[in-house]
């Protein structure tokens, strides 16, 4: 598994997060190239600086220059998202530069709820929360993108013939 390492931190540290974007339509079963780790977390303080403890602990630093810090401060992501449209705070490895983690930085979805409806995989014996099928279609409907829209339309297929993962 491409983040095995980064996960398995995760899971160590206690940090409350699903993995949702590309690899967690591969994990529902749908075949798509994508390489950077996606992910929701719980926006609490105690979660958020647990995150950025493994992010420093392996050697990732924030892709704009800002300071991991800031991602604590409620205000500072709803003015990132008023003034910069941003989505995601972006984290890139230092001495692999195809390795890179987004974080929603607000909840396009309640993440206590979502979080309940998990789905929890295991790959190479590191235990994935993932997103749920029905949420994972959500997120995607509240993005719009094409590419969202043309995975909308392979998870339908997929749920139509497999039932819903």
Same mark, same amino acid.
Not at 119 to 138: G, Q, R
């Given at each position: ?8 931190? %995760?899971? &160590? &540290? ?6 949702v ?5 591969v994990?529902?079963?749908?075949v798509? %190239?994508?390489?950077d ?6 926006l ?27 991602l604590?401060d409620?205000? &500072? ?5 008023? *003034?910069?449209?941003?989505?995601a705070?972006a984290?890139?490895h ?5 390795k ?11 993440f ?10 295991t790959?190479e014996d ?8 029905d949420?994972?279609?959500t ?5 719009g993108?094409e ?5 909308? *339309?392979?998870?339908?297929e997929l749920?139509? *013939?497999?039932?819903?993962?």
């Amino acid at each position: 598994m491409f983040y095995q390492e980064e996960i398995s931190a %995760l899971n &160590k &540290k206690n940090v409350r997060y699903l993995v949702v974007g590309g690899i967690a339509l591969v994990l529902h079963g749908v075949v798509r %190239l994508t390489a950077d780790l996606d992910l929701m977390l719980d926006l609490s303080d105690d979660n958020l600086s647990k995150f950025l403890e493994v992010m420093k602990s392996l050697d990732y630093k924030p892709k704009l220059p800002l300071h991991p810090r800031a991602l604590l401060d409620p205000e &500072k992501r709803k003015e990132w998202a008023r *003034k910069k449209n941003m989505i995601a705070f972006a984290f890139a490895h230092q001495k692999h530069d195809y390795k890179e983690i987004d974080v929603f930085i607000d909840e396009p979805i309640p993440f206590s709820g979502a979080f309940k409806r998990k789905k929890t995989l295991t790959a190479e014996d590191v235990k994935i929360n993932v997103i749920s099928f029905d949420d994972l279609v959500t997120l995607k409907e509240k993005s719009g993108r094409e590419q969202d829209i043309m995975d909308i *339309k392979m998870l339908r297929e997929l749920g139509g *013939k497999h039932g819903k993962k």
